[in-house]
């Protein structure tokens, strides 16, 4: 039981461990969308000055008392563009090694980003006036900073960008704009406009928080969904799946009746013999495919493929008070679907069916380091032991008594063929052929 539940906690503890990497990926991906987008604002505003120059230059003389002070802004800009570009290196680098950014690099970030606009605002105000410079289109680039750091997806780090975009504009207003050209004082306008930009970054920062919401619990669901899929196999029906993901299972071993069938190819490998490997391989996925899918219609699942066969069950790893019939009704629909398929190809195959009903431990089997859900018991052995005497009776379809008298007026064309001896088995028992 310790040993268990030691496994248990493990098992948590690396679904943890994925669920926190892809997380981690996921946020890193935003960022350098986020990271992407300010390169493209940079880049329009290289554009957008180099257009203004290059239409009027009267107004860069306007506004820049003539080309140095467009020149500084142009530095800065390109100064920002080259961090960016550092930035979204180490962040596909980190990509690369599923390692996340420090946090403390974050922040640093988040605080140089945002300055850039506080030092473009400074040297305009140089330029131009500090009341033409406040009144003009710059202090506005403070909100897309703030906008973007929602891909951030973090609260506190959108919340920062808030404040350091609004401390920043209040500290450069009041430095160089506290009056007005009347004498009142203008702290009032200032704190309102910078407690604006302070909200926005708390907004930005909640709707960030919303979306690593949703993101988290897309990716708890897709881990979840692997994990199904890791345990009971890649061949397990979504309605399957989604029945496990809402109802839950338990991988620890327990007793419960099951409908166990094992289906296997007859002559295959005679057959295989002149083919090439991928003819072969092609032939097999063929009709593996058909069957599987019929399989799914009727609610069993693929256990285990074994070569040229497989171990399928109904009951397991939900229950299912119908398994037998679920089973044989499989079973008869996987030789009429053979049928059909061998008279469209150069390739016949025949497959044995062996059916039988009874107890069963299943769990979550293995060791520490790789587990698997199967089943375990005589009910598998004797259903395995029942495909095998298809050769003996040339058959294709073999039921125990026990799938005879759960399935009752389904099995009625049943054909009894007595008391077999079966190896492995001291008493002989009854077995059914049906057609």
Not at 58 to 85: D, K, P, S
Not at 100 to 129: F, N
Not at 229 to 234: E, R
């Amino acid at each position: 039981m310790v040993s268990f539940a030691g496994g248990k906690a493990r098992q948590k503890a690396v679904l943890s461990e994925d669920f926190e990497r892809e997380l981690t990926r996921e946020v890193l991906r935003t960022e350098l969308l986020r990271v992407r987008a300010l390169i493209a604002t940079g880049l329009v505003m290289i554009v957008l000055l180099t257009t203004t120059f290059v239409i009027d230059p009267a107004i860069v003389n306007r506004i820049w008392h003539g080309t140095r002070g467009m020149a500084r802004e142009y530095a800065l800009v390109a100064g920002f563009l080259l961090f960016e570009a550092w930035v979204h290196g180490q962040i596909r680098r980190n990509l690369r090694l599923d390692r996340d950014l420090p946090v403390i690099r974050r922040y640093i970030g988040a605080c140089i980003e945002t300055s850039l606009p506080t030092l473009i605002l400074i040297l305009q105000i140089r330029s131009m006036g500090a009341s033409q410079a406040l009144g003009f289109v710059l202090p506005l680039v403070y909100f897309i900073f703030v906008i973007l750091s929602t891909l951030r997806l973090d609260f506190w780090l959108s919340a920062f960008t808030g404040f350091v975009a609004a401390v920043e504009l209040l500290a450069v207003a009041l430095y160089y704009n506290s009056v007005s050209d009347t004498g009142e004082p203008l702290i009032y306008f200032h704190a309102v406009r910078s407690t604006v930009i302070l909200v926005c970054g708390v907004l930005a920062g909640s709707v960030g928080a919303q979306l690593r919401r949703q993101f988290a619990a897309s990716i708890a669901a897709a881990t979840a969904r692997d994990r199904v899929t890791n345990l009971f196999g890649q061949h397990v029906s979504p309605q399957v799946v989604e029945r496990l993901m809402a109802e839950g299972t338990s991988v620890a071993g327990d007793v419960r009746r099951v409908a166990v069938m094992f289906v296997d190819f007859r002559g295959f490998t005679a057959g295989a013999q002149t083919r090439t490997p991928q003819e072969v391989v092609d032939r097999l996925d063929g009709a593996f495919a058909v069957l599987v899918d019929i399989l799914d219609r009727h609610g069993g699942i693929v256990n285990k493929f074994l070569g040229d066969g497989f171990l399928a069950l109904f009951g397991a790893p939900l229950e299912a008070s119908d398994a037998a019939h679920r089973a044989v009704a499989a079973g008869r629909e996987m030789l009429t679907a053979m049928d059909r398929i061998n008279a469209q190809t150069s390739w016949p195959l025949r497959i044995g069916i062996g059916i039988h009903f009874g107890e069963v431990v299943a769990g979550n089997i293995g060791s520490p380091r790789r587990k698997e859900y199967t089943v375990i018991g005589d009910t598998v052995n004797f259903a395995s032991r029942l495909e095998a005497l298809n050769k003996e009776f040339g058959s294709q379809l073999l039921i125990s008594a026990s799938v005879r008298e759960a399935v009752g007026e389904d099995g009625g064309d049943a054909v009894a063929l007595g008391e077999v001896a079966v190896r492995g088995y001291e008493q002989p028992v009854a077995v059914f052929q049906l057609g």
